[in-house]
Each structure stands twice: as C-alpha cells, then as structure tokens.
C-alpha cells in the first residue's frame, strides 16, 4: 500500500527580518497572501494527500481572514496546528499530530510561495530510496566561515557547497526519532529539520535533490520585489500556480477601451469583438472623449452600462509621447503639465469613474505603462514620471480593490510601431518594433486571468513574459 504523505507548511514565525508588523507570510504579492500561494502548491499537488499548516499562537484580524480562507477553500481538509517559538518546536508540533509510523513528511517554508511543482515531485521520488531528503540550490558566491571577530576560519570548495531550501522530506519515523534525540538534549533551535537528522542520527544519508533559482524564502524587504517579479514570469508559464479558477471568458463581455482610435487600442477593440466580447472604444475621434476630462470619462461609462446594464473590465490605451524640457518658459510647462494630465491623472480619472462599475462584476481594470517607468529619460521627464505612476496606481489600486473583487493589472509593452511613436521618433527603424496586434493579443488574454497587481512586460518574438 502506498504510504501516505503529509505536507507541513511551517508559517508560525515571526518574520523579524523583514520589519514588518504582520508577519510575512501574511503579505500580499500578485493578489493573494504569500502563505495561500504556499498552501495551493501542495493542496492542488496529486502526491500530497494532507496538508498541515503551522500558525502562530495569536493572529491578526487580517491574518484570521486569511488562514480561514485557506480553510474553506482547501481540497484536502488542510488542518491548523500552533507552532512554537522556534522553527523546530514549530515542527515538533506538526510531526506529533502525524498517526500513522509509516508516512512521509514534506516540510517547507510558508516563505517560500515560487516553488514549483516538479520539485516536489523529486522530493517525494527520492523517498523511496533515502529516509531523509533535502531540496538545495547550487551557490553562486564562495562561502566563507568566520569566527567572533569576522576574522575567516575557513573557505570550503564551492563544488561542494549548496544552498539548503525547502521542503525537506522524510520518513515519519526517523524524523520522530531525530527530534526525540534533539529534545533529551533541549536543541530545538536548529535553523532547520535536516539539521537535526544530520546531528541526532549521523549514520542516516540524507540525499539532496536540487530545487531551483526561484524557490526563493521571503525574508528581507527586497525579496518581496523580486518575489513580485517572478510571479509574473510564473504566471505566463505556469498559470496553476497563481490561479486556482478556470480561464475567464471574454464572450460576451462587455469592455470598455479607451484610447481606441488607433495603435494598441484599436487592435485590443477588433481583437475583443473578434473573441466575442462587446468591445466599445472611445478616444477624442470615437464619441469625443478626452481620458483627462472627469465629466468626459464618466459620461463615456454612463453610456455603455444604460446600453449594456453592465462593465466587466475598462483597458486605457490612452496616452500621449511628448518631447519637453523643464524650465521656466510657457511651452515646456504646458506640454509637461498636459503629458502628466493624459498619461497619469488619466487612468486616475479612469480607474476613480470605473470603480462601481466593477464592483459590481468584479471586474477588471487594465492600464499601460512604457520601459521608461524603471528609468527616467531626458526630455521625456514627465512621460516616464507619469508611466512609473502608473506603475504604482496599478499596485496600489490592486490592493484597495481587492475587497471588492476588482482586478488591476498593467502591461508594459518594449517599442511598439504606432504612430503616435513614428511621431516622436520618425528617424526610428520599426522592422524591430513589435506590433499593435502583439500588445493586444496579451491583453486580451490578461483578462482572461485571475490575477491582479502585475506589471506584464511583453517582448517582441515571445510567446511569454520575461522579466525586464
Ligand atoms: N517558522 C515557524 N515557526 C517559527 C519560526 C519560523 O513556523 N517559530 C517558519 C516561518 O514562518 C517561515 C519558515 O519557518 O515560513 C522559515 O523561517 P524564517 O524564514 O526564518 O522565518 P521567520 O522566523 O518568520 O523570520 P525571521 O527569522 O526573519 O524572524
Ligand atoms: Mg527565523
């Protein structure tokens, strides 16, 4: 008979190094909380047969919702156990709830949301021949082993050195027996579980089988960028992961473009009514909107709901590529102060008039942003500081939204050939450019997805996001 195996997703700590109130794993990154991302990956795994997960003594209002959350929609009746005040003694909790001597244990970081499924696949291949498995990366910078004084003691051959991850597999009975050992001598302040088989039971191989770059733990600030980042590159090639609901249909729904008289906007208004939607566009040539007048915007919105009784997700291609110093002259300030009108209080414009209407279909709302928001250029200052606020309204929006189902998500497309491009640079060569249709290809099938807060690049020739 096949030996059951458990999941223990250990998110009982406290997440110090972050510096943060809420524990980490509460954070939220590509619209749910790391930890939910965490307990998805196993709770949808075929191999895994129960799921415990490990949480502190004393929640949150917030972090209540969450692990409530996890409860109601687990497959496989995830249960809760308290953790301790060490990661072992979080552990040790979870392992002595485990009845069966015969079962197989996979622990893992809640901090570690970007693990991929073959990983655990290989973990629980490797059990078969060893009773201890651990998951490792290889490391790219030499480790050095100091003393008190920082002073080096050692510096071991980097071919041999690796970088322990999570999960850490094992036969139930010899992690019981590692940690009865570890407890007779009170030494439950191991930074993890193979170090305690490694230290109570020497004579047991613990087997190493590699995980990946991306397993990264969320432990400082910084890996919360780099954890946004990679969902993103996830998303498109591993949609599982990020969503547990089928596809979005856009037959048959009803979107709202703005910006639609040509470019991207153009292409993304044939492409829905192409998919079946009802696509209606407005620009300042279709139906005489301009995107930063409020009573224009509103009115636009007003028409489609009275005609159509509903809103299921608003695009703003609208945007406009002016060359202008600063300075103190008439003409640089009014071409700056008219950039930052359409490309940033626009889709603030847009995203405030829309709101409701969302709401009440949860819907989606989907801005642009250009290469320029990681770096400001010259000339083009209030274009690129207008795209990197953008950047920021689409997180910002995606977390105040997200009580109310709404989902915002950006896309930043690399040079697209449109005129409103030719007119800003007509020396460039477009032969390179990607095109309109590409862009609203990518669009279309953002709405199809249930994911929200993400910057999607799109890059020519490439089926996929990749990273910027
Ligand atoms: N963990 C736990 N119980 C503890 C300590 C840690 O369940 N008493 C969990 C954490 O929630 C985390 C994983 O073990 O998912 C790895 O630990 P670590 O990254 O060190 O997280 P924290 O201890 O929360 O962070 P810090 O060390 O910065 O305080
Ligand atoms: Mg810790």
């Known amino acids: 008979m096949n030996k059951k195996v458990y999941a223990i997703i250990l998110a009982a700590g406290s997440g110090s190094r972050m510096n943060v109130d809420t524990p980490k794993q509460f954070n939220k990154i590509a619209g749910k909380s790391v930890i939910e991302h965490t307990v998805s990956i196993f709770d949808n795994h075929p191999r895994i047969d129960a799921v415990y997960v490990v949480i502190p003594e004393f929640l949150s209002d917030e972090a209540r919702e969450i692990i409530d959350s996890i409860k109601l929609n687990s497959k496989k009746n995830t249960k809760l156990v308290i953790g301790g005040s060490t990661r072992n003694l979080s552990t040790l909790n979870a392992i002595s709830k485990i009845p069966e001597s015969d079962a197989l244990v996979l622990i893992h970081d ?16 490797a059990l078969d021949n060893y009773k201890a498995v651990d998951t490792v990366a290889e490391c790219s910078d030499t480790i050095v082993e100091v003393n008190d004084f920082s002073n080096i003691v050692n510096i071991p051959n980097r071919s041999f050195m690796r970088r322990g991850q999570t999960p850490q597999a094992f036969h139930i009975d010899v992690l019981k027996d590692a940690y009865a050992k570890a407890q007779i001598n009170s030494d439950l302040s191991n930074s993890d579980d193979c170090g305690v088989v490694k230290k109570y039971l020497p004579d047991i191989s613990i087997h190493c089988v590699y995980g990946s770059e991306a397993n990264i733990k ?111 002259d008439d003409i640089s300030y009014e071409l700056n102060i008219k950039s930052i009108e359409v490309n940033l209080i626009a889709p603030f414009i847009i995203a405030g008039e829309s709101r409701d209407y969302l709401a009440e279909t949860k819907g989606h709302l989907v801005l ?46 690399e040079r697209t050939s449109t005129k409103m491009r030719k007119v800003a640079f007509p020396k460039e060569d477009s032969t390179f450019m990607l095109t309109a249709r590409e862009v609203s290809k990518l669009a279309v099938k953002i709405l199809t997805k249930n994911i929200t807060g993400q910057i999607f690049d799109v890059r020519r020739n490439s089926d996929f996001i990749e990273m910027s």
Not at 110 to 125: E, G, H, K, W
Not at 390 to 404: C, H, P, R
Request: one cysteine or more; aromatic letters at 6%.
């Open 110 to 125: 809640s901090a570690r949301p970007l693990l991929s499924t073959d990983v655990i696949d290989r973990v629980i291949s």
């Open 368 to 413: 642009f942003t250009s290469s320029s928001y990681t770096r400001g250029r010259s000339s083009y200052s209030a274009y690129s500081a207008s795209k990197a606020g953008v950047v920021n309204l689409t997180q910002a929006l995606s977390d105040e939204w997200m009580e109310i189902g709404v989902r915002v998500n950006c896309i930043n497309p």
């Open 218 to 328: 969320i432990t400082h600030p910084i890996d919360l960028v780099l954890a946004d980042r990679l969902f993103m590159l996830k998303s498109e090639v591993d949609d599982d992961a990020l969503s547990t609901s089928d596809p979005i249909s856009v037959d048959g729904k009803v979107v709202v473009v703005f910006g639609a008289s040509s470019g991207i906007g153009e292409e993304i208004l044939s492409s829905l009514n192409a998919a079946g939607s009802f696509a209606v566009g407005f620009s300042r040539s279709i139906g005489g909107v301009d995107v930063s007048d409020r009573k224009s915007v509103a009115v636009a919105l007003k028409k489609v709901h009275d005609k159509y009784g509903r809103i299921d997700a608003v695009i703003n291609s609208a945007g406009e590529l002016n060359r202008a110093a600063v300075g103190p």
